[in-house]
């Protein structure tokens, strides 16, 4: 059974400040893996997908990055804002799972003027 | 593109009635939908696959005489949950994957906040 996890939980940064949010996953036969974004009771935003067969993506100021043989995956955010305030979820898709995402706990990120 | 919505965005019931969410893909037809909670502070936990015109597929230990999902169009998806009681407040997402989409992406709706008194 795939497990993904987010750590820490929260994090508290000054403005401006380049920051690496962390995931881990136990199966890493997935078919992707992606970044998403979620504001305190909204929906969630899709940010980043990444292929098994990729590396990496970027998106603006978002870069992701996938390692597989190790089960990990980084959000990198350059020169955080106050707007990247939010909760970021990372999920995975097994191979051959028809879609369906594990999801992680979150990462709540507060970014200070 | 690729909006999905959600009615109604947050309901409160008394506790033992019955509610119905509705999921719908705007611009885009989706065969498959899917039905997630999030409790505060959690995860989401995929609890139903939701494919057009065939019964829901379940994940295990969620109750589908509770959970009732309907999905008789291409655009829509409905998730009634029924007898609701106190444990049943969550936040109820839907998502939906685009049929001509051949990249594994999912759409998530806004969420739906349940709360049973």
Redesign the interface.
């Known amino acids: 059974k795939q497990e993904?996890t987010q750590i820490p939980?929260a994090l508290s940064v000054p403005e401006g400040e380049n920051l690496v949010l962390n995931c881990s996953f136990t199966d890493s036969a997935i078919?992707?893996l992606?970044w998403?974004r979620q504001d305190p009771?909204?929906?969630?935003?899709?940010l980043l997908?990444i292929?098994s067969s990729q590396r990496e993506q970027t998106s603006g100021r978002l870069n992701a990055s996938l390692d597989k043989s190790s089960g990990r995956s980084t959000l990198y955010i350059a020169a955080s804002q106050p707007g990247d305030s939010a909760t970021y979820?990372c999920?995975a898709?097994l191979t051959g799972a028809?879609?369906?995402?594990?999801?992680?706990?979150?990462i709540t990120l507060s970014v200070r003027p | 593109g690729a909006v999905v919505s959600q009615h109604p965005s947050r309901v409160i019931c008394k506790s033992g009635t019955s509610v119905k969410i509705e999921c719908r893909s705007l611009d885009f037809q989706a065969t498959t939908m899917f039905w997630y909670r999030q409790f505060p502070k959690q995860s989401l936990m995929l609890m139903a696959t939701s494919n057009e015109g065939s019964k829901a597929t379940y994940e295990q230990g969620v109750e589908k005489d509770k959970f009732l999902i309907n999905h008789a169009s291409l655009t829509l998806s409905t998730l009634t949950v029924t007898s609701a009681h106190p444990e049943d407040s969550s936040f109820y997402i839907c998502s939906a994957r685009d049929l001509w989409r051949i990249q594994e992406t999912q759409y998530f709706g806004p969420g739906t906040r349940l709360l049973v008194l």
């Open positions: 993904v939980a078919y992707n992606q998403f009771g909204k929906g969630l935003t899709s997908l292929q979820l999920a898709t028809n879609s369906k995402l594990t999801f992680g706990k979150g």
